[in-house]
T-cell receptor, first 109, second 113 residues
Framework: GQNIDQPTEMTATEGAIVQINCTYQ??????LFWYQQHAGEAPTFLSY??LDGLEEKGRFSSFLSRSKGYSYLLLKELQMKDSASYLC??????????WGAGTKLIIKP | GAVVSQHPSRVICKSGTSVKIECRSL??????MFWYRQFPKQSLMLMAT?????????EQGVEKDKFLINHASLTLSTLTVTSAHPEDSSFYIC?????????FGPGTRLTVL
């Protein structure tokens, strides 16, 4: 079967750094995505990794290791507005997105 | 990035009625659109893949006669929830694919009384 695993919930402090991990097993691989979703809203795109390594975009970075079936999303200088769910998704060989259940990130002052 | 709109954003209907939700790609053509459903505190669940000019592909457990999908043009897909019941109350989200990215509409919150 295909599955994406990520922690259900994480808590971090404003101004700190947090790393959200994602492991996956899918039928083929055509890229890994991270999305941010605030409560009651649709997901918004954060990052896309298809090659191994780190992609940096402002305060957010995403890392991929295809051999390990592993990715993480790194959020720096946390702000209260970063409180949201972070969804990891993998595009398989059929170009379908397989979704993780999401990690709810709680930021405390 | 590309923009996807969804209409209506919120709808309340009586049990037994049908509701149509529209999903439009505003500045690009999307041969493939996706319909998701999300219950509170749960992840997105793919309902069906909508391909322009052909029949939609439904995920296991999704009733195709209840959730009618039409993708008549490269910029519009519609989802009709027929004979809606309270258990159909959910957040329905569409997305459209451009290259390797999926862009999401803002979602439609359906409440069936």
């Amino acid at each position: 079967g295909q599955n994406i695993d990520q922690p259900t919930e994480m808590t971090a402090t404003e101004g700190a750094i947090v790393q959200i991990n994602c492991t996956y097993q899918t039928s083929g691989f055509n890229g890994l995505f991270w999305y941010q979703q605030h409560a009651g809203e649709a997901p918004t795109f954060l990052s896309y990794n298809v090659l191994d390594g780190l992609e940096e975009k402002g305060r957010f970075s995403s890392f991929l290791s295809r051999s390990k079936g592993y990715s993480y999303l790194l959020l720096k200088e946390l702000q209260m507005k970063d409180s949201a769910s972070y969804l990891c998704a993998v595009m398989n060989s059929n170009y379908q997105l397989i979704w993780g259940a999401g990690t709810k990130l709680i930021i405390k002052p | 990035g590309a923009v996807v709109s969804q209409h209506p954003s919120r709808v309340i209907c009586k049990s037994g009625t049908s509701v149509k939700i529209e999903c439009r790609s505003l500045d690009f053509q999307a041969t493939t659109m996706f319909w998701y459903r999300q219950f509170p505190k749960q992840s997105l669940m793919l309902m069906a893949t909508s391909n322009e000019g052909s029949k939609a592909t439904y995920e296991q457990g999704v009733e195709k006669d209840k959730f009618l999908i039409n993708h008549a043009s490269l910029t519009l897909s519609t989802l009709t929830v027929t004979s809606a019941h309270p258990e159909d109350s959910s957040f329905y989200i569409c997305s459209a694919r451009e290259d390797h990215e999926q862009f999401f509409g803002p979602g439609t919150r359906l409440t069936v009384l």
